[in-house]
Structures are given as structure tokens and as C-alpha cells.
């Protein structure tokens, strides 16, 4: 590989064997949970070569050194245990409702304070962000897809002497690398895009910080909350077409999203313009957005997103869903389908909403 290659080169080359004769081209299973001593794995909960695949893979996406987690929430348990007692994290009043779930209950239980904010409301964030000790943003959030001035967040964060971390599964590292912009810390919940057929669990932390990349890699070992070897090897094989499918996914969303902003059961269409999430605001409400979820025979009613299959779902009939998103809110995970089939069964829906 060239010194610069493009991220589609990466996602296809990066977390390969060397080029040896008789090598295998892709990293295999290591199926162990114990190694010979003396080396620099040990045992199974310090490092696995084909969970080492997949970090290698996506460090080199996002520009730092990536750790594997269980799932997205362990990796966010392990960044929010690094925050002081009774220290302030500043996030989105509207985001991925495990991670505020998590906050919550720190806050609960007197281990962190919390300031909920808009994410897209610039000024807001950096007065918010005085008496930080860590930023946390989405962008685009989940599931309203607001976008946050990342420059200006990260700008006034540091400032305060606060880190700041951003989810990029959304984005994926083909849109938006935070690191370049000076996060300190990316998440991913690789169950969604990075993996993208819908059969595993796992997340991922990356940092440019290497010192940091080692407490959190501490953290990891200590809490237990490593991947799976098979979930690893999964994720790694789905990135290696993780830019046609986001590619495919989001020509898709841009043209439904197009669509359904002059269908008249749609009152309100939430596209950032990239990506393949679209989020639609039903002029029926929330009985209007559940009945939509029931009617379709393609989209698929499910909660996760990011899959080669398309999905939708009404978030707020979660009761952990920040009460900041619609009630006739539903969002749409478009995937790699013909466009034209996916409009037929969405449509034909939407139609039957306004009979």
C-alpha cells in the first residue's frame, strides 16, 4: 500500500497477513483462550491476533490506534469510567439512548454530573463546555441527525481542559474522520455499519493518544469486556465493503429522502444530505408512525440499523428514547436494495396512512 491510500483501498488491504508464500490471504480464527508465555498476549482476555486484524483495519480508517469492545455500550462504559467523580460530561439532549442511558445512571448514583444539550445549537455547547471534564458528541445525532460545528466543539472543549468524544457510527469513517478535526476519542458501535450484514455484536474505541489508547486498553482488559473472535472476523470481512455499501446505501437515502419530502403523510424529512439514515416525522402522529412499521413487507421492523437490509423503526416506542424525538418519529435505515423497489413498499404504505 502506497503512504496515502483512499479508505476504500484500506478498508479492502488493511488488517491483512503479510504477503508471504503459503500465508493466508485473510487473517484466520484464532480460536484460544491461553498462550505460550513469554510473549505479549499471554492470555486470551489481553489480545487475540484476529481481533488485532480488525483494530488494525480500522485504526488506519479513522487515523489512530483502534481497541475492540463486546459492544458500542461497552465501549462507552469504558469511556465514562474514565471521567472523575462528581465531573461534568456534557452530551446531546438527543442521542443514541443507551449511551444517555449510561450517563443517567452515573448521574444517579452521584458518579458524574450531566449537562444535556443541543448538539447543533453551537453557542449553547461551548457555554456548556466551561466546567467540562469530557465532551461527548454525535454527529449526526441519533435518531434526529443534527449535525454538530465539530471545529468549534472541540476548540472550546479543550480549552476547558475537557476530551472530547465522538460517536461516528453514522458517519462511518468514509464521511468524517474526528480525529483529524482534534477529538480525542471515536466510538463505534461496529454492530451497524463496520460489520453491516446485521450478525454480530461489537464496538470500538479509537485514539491518536497512545498513552490513552493504553489506559483504555487497561480498562478493557480489567472490566473483561473483550470481543469475540468470530464477531471480530465477522466485522473485519464486512469492512472490507463498507465503502460500496455505504456508497449504494446513501444514493438510495438521498433519493427516498427526496421522495418523501413531497408524500403528504410525511410531515417533516430529517437527511443530513449523507449518509443512509433518514429520519420522517409523520403528519398522523405517533399512531400514523406505528401503523407504518406494520405495513410494510420489505422494510423490516427492527431496532438495530446500518445492515444491507433496509429497516425502520418508531423510536419513542422505547421508553428509554429521549423524550427530545418526535412521537410521530420514524427512522429509516436504508440499505443497498434496488431504489425503486424500496419507494414501491415504503410508498404504498404511506399511501394507505392517508386513504
Aim: hydrophobic share 45%.
Amino acid at each position: 500500500m502506497s503512504e496515502t491510500p483512499q479508505p476504500a483501498t484500506v478498508a479492502v488491504h488493511a488488517g491483512r497477513p503479510p504477503h508471504e508464500a503459503d500465508r493466508p490471504l485473510n487473517e484466520p480464527l484464532t480460536m484460544a483462550s491461553t498462550f505460550v508465555a513469554l510473549g505479549d498476549r499471554e492470555y486470551g482476555r489481553y489480545g487475540n491476533p484476529t481481533w488485532e486484524a480488525f483494530e488494525d483495519a480500522l485504526g488506519r480508517l479513522e487515523g489512530g490506534t483502534a481497541l475492540a469492545f463486546s459492544s458500542g455500550l461497552a465501549a462507552v462504559a469504558t469511556v465514562l469510567d474514565l471521567v472523575g467523580h462528581d465531573a461534568l460530561v456534557v452530551a446531546p439532549d438527543s442521542a443514541y439512548s443507551g449511551s444517555l442511558a449510561q450517563l443517567a445512571d452515573l448521574e444517579m448514583r452521584g458518579r458524574v454530573r450531566s449537562r444535556l444539550v443541543d448538539i447543533a445549537d453551537t453557542d449553547a455547547v461551548v457555554a456548556a463546555c466551561e466546567d467540562a471534564a469530557l465532551v461527548w458528541v454525535e454527529t449526526p445525532t441519533n435518531p434526529n441527525l443534527d449535525i454538530a460545528d465539530l471545529a468549534r466543539i472541540v476548540e472550546a472543549a479543550h480549552a476547558a481542559g475537557a476530551y472530547v468524544v465522538v460517536d461516528n457510527t453514522f458517519a462511518t469513517p468514509l464521511v468524517q474522520t474526528p480525529l483529524a478535526e482534534g477529538a480525542d476519542i471515536v466510538v463505534h458501535s461496529a454492530t451497524k455499519y463496520l460489520g453491516g450484514h446485521s450478525d454480530l455484536l461489537l464496538g470500538a474505541l479509537v485514539t491518536k493518544d497512545q498513552e490513552l489508547a493504553g489506559v483504555l486498553k487497561g480498562r478493557r482488559d480489567l472490566f473483561g469486556a473483550v470481543p469475540g473472535t468470530l464477531e471480530s472476523w465477522l466485522a473485519l470481512r464486512g469492512m472490507r465493503t463498507l465503502h460500496l455499501r455505504v456508497e449504494r446505501a446513501t444514493a438510495n437515502a438521498v433519493e427516498l429522502a427526496r421522495r418523501l419530502a413531497e408524500h403528504p403523510a410525511v410531515a417533516r424529512v430529517r437527511h443530513p444530505g449523507f449518509g443512509a439514515i433518514v429520519s420522517i416525522e409523520l403528519a398522523g402522529g405517533a399512531m400514523a408512525a406505528d401503523l407504518l412499521t406494520r405495513k410494510t413487507k420489505l422494510w423490516v421492523h427492527t431496532t438495530s440499523l446500518g445492515g444491507v437490509e433496509s429497516t425502520l423503526e418508531r423510536r419513542r416506542r422505547w421508553k428509554l428514547e429521549p423524550t427530545t424525538v418526535s412521537e410521530a418519529l420514524v427512522r429509516l435505515s436504508v440499505g443497498v436494495e434496488d431504489v425503486d423497489d424500496l419507494w414501491a413498499d415504503l410508498s404504498g404504505a404511506l399511501d394507505d396512512l392517508t386513504v
